[in-house]
């Protein structure tokens, strides 16, 4: 069965800086339109940053434009979240989703695949 593994989540102060990362198992994504997703305690899953396939398109939350940076290195069949001036209110766990398409997908049912998350915890 297709399965995401994220990985790179942690404990870190406010300014500080993470890379999460995407890898797929069981088959290759390289040609999958992949999500970055989070949910905070208590709150809904939200929309944080999407990728098409080639990694030409990209699309980001405003709460997270110009800190956050998604990308994808198709011959490690992996994907990005570079996370700088992370904030208290990041303090999530976040995770990976994937599905088919040639576009950048922002809701979450949109997505067919997804991770089991990694917690992020940002401190003031």
């Known amino acids: 069965q297709e399965q995401l593994v994220e990985s790179g989540g942690g404990l870190v102060q406010a300014g500080g800086s993470l890379r999460l990362s995407c890898a797929p198992s069981?088959?290759?994504?390289?040609?999958?339109?992949m999500g970055w997703f989070r949910q905070a305690p208590g709150k809904e899953r939200e929309f944080v940053a999407a990728i098409n396939w080639s990694g030409g398109s990209t699309y980001y939350a405003d709460s997270v434009k110009g800190r956050f940076t998604i990308s994808r290195l198709n011959a490690k069949n992996t994907v990005y979240l570079q996370m700088n001036s992370l904030k208290p209110e990041d303090t999530a766990v976040y995770y990976c989703?994937?599905?088919?398409?040639?576009?950048?997908?922002?809701?979450?049912?949109?997505?067919?695949?997804w991770g089991q998350g990694t917690q992020v915890t940002v401190s003031s």
């Open positions: 069981g088959r290759t994504f390289d040609t999958y339109a």
């Open positions: 989703a994937a599905r088919t398409g040639s576009s950048t997908y922002l809701a979450s049912y949109d997505y067919n695949y």
